[in-house]
């Protein structure tokens, strides 16, 4: 396929789109846009508008966080009702409350519960906790995860073999510029009794964005 | 009012779309270097934010939005929004990477964005 070449950004964009034309994924370019960043780089160092030491210090902060940090929350909610309460109504302070900076906007706790399922998406872009939780998943920031979630989200979660039955409810959450959300899975039994270290392992990134539950 | 609401080629939620690729993919070094330069740029002089990122490759046209992945069309949207800026001239960043490919026995075709082997 041709690839066309680029036109300079306009102040918004007037292109429709067709509602029944099928998204398209695209992934081309890795090797083109490796060779532009190095570019890049090595301008912005040379104008001195950059140093080494500011793109690591950034590469370093993008490389800590990861699941167990999402996991240990989850945990501790699982362990303190109280804790769960007040991550639900403020996710960002409930984070913080346990050492994790939510950067980049708000967190936004939703609470799975027997008769209620949340699941996680970004039609607009790809927003995610990525200050808790790292990069995405490539499954997240696929246009066909990004369109077909909110039309049908229960055919989106049995492709990732979660079939829930027709009386649970399932709520998706499209994420903003200002939002970003976490799913609280439903506890294993005995949840609260267990200690922190033993429940972190039994959280994945699927449970925290919906496409899982807990197993049992 | 009385017009049908706008809608850009990025507002893709709802379309119809095919089966969600599962499979896992490294975070690249060079996605990481990206990032971290539109992250450092942003905390340092905070003269690129990521809402600008976001309305340059809203903006950079349907046919580039379609063809790109994720990361390269942040890349691509960064040196535009530099451009943009006069902190960066575009034309520079391209003589570089033909530069560099040279450098390296490649060369670059700016127009279907691929590297490949000089003959």
Redesign the interface.
């Known amino acids: 396929m041709p690839i066309p070449s680029t036109v300079p950004p306009t102040r918004f964009s007037a292109d429709a789109i067709d509602p029944n034309r099928p998204v398209i994924e695209g992934h081309h370019g890795a090797e083109y846009y490796a060779l532009m960043t190095e570019a890049l780089h090595k301008i912005l160092l040379e104008k001195q508008l950059l140093t080494l030491a500011d793109t690591d210090r950034v590469i370093a902060a993008l490389e800590a966080p990861n699941v167990t940090w999402g996991a240990r929350i989850v945990a501790e909610a699982w362990r303190d009702e109280a804790y769960a309460q007040r991550l639900v109504e403020d996710g960002s302070k409930a984070a913080a409350e346990l050492g994790f900076k939510i950067k980049e906007a708000k967190l936004v706790v939703v609470r799975n519960t027997p008769s209620l399922h949340n699941v996680i998406v970004c039609t607009l872009c790809s927003c995610y906790p990525r200050s808790l939780l790292g990069q995405p998943p490539w499954w997240y920031i696929s246009k066909n995860y990004r369109a077909r979630t909110v039309r049908e989200p229960r055919k989106v979660l049995a492709e990732f073999g979660l079939e829930l039955p027709a009386e649970v409810e399932v709520r998706v959450h499209d994420s903003n510029a200002d939002m970003r959300y976490l799913v609280l899975p439903m506890p294993p039994p005995g949840a609260a009794e267990r200690p922190v270290e033993e429940l972190i392992p039994l959280v994945t990134r699927h449970m925290l964005v919906g496409t899982a539950v807990v197993a049992g | 009012m009385g017009e049908p609401p706008?809608?850009?080629?990025?507002?893709?939620?709802?379309?119809?779309?095919?089966?969600?690729?599962?499979?896992?993919?490294p975070?690249?070094d060079?996605q990481?270097?990206?990032?971290?330069?539109r992250?450092?740029?942003e905390?340092?002089?905070r003269?690129v934010s990521?809402?600008e990122i976001?309305?340059?490759f809203?903006?950079?046209?349907?046919?580039?939005?379609?063809?790109?992945?994720?990361?390269?069309r942040r890349?691509?949207?960064?040196?535009?929004?530099?451009d943009?800026k006069g902190?960066?001239d575009r034309a520079?960043?391209?003589a570089?990477?033909d530069a560099?490919?040279a450098g390296r026995g490649q060369r670059?075709d700016?127009?279907?964005?691929?590297?490949m082997e000089a003959k």
Not at chain 2, 6 to 17: E, K, M, Q, T, W
Not at chain 2, 32 to 37: D, F, H, V
Not at chain 2, 110 to 115: G, S
């Open positions: 706008f809608r850009g080629y990025h507002d893709i939620g709802g379309l119809p779309g095919g089966p969600i690729q599962q499979d896992e993919h975070f690249a060079w990481k270097l990206s990032e971290a330069i992250g450092a740029l905390q340092k002089d003269c990521l809402d976001r309305r340059a809203e903006s950079f046209g349907e046919p580039l939005y379609e063809t790109l992945g994720f990361y390269e890349a691509e949207a960064l040196t535009l929004l530099l943009e902190l960066v520079e960043v391209l570089r990477m560099l490919a670059v700016h127009a279907a964005k691929t590297v």
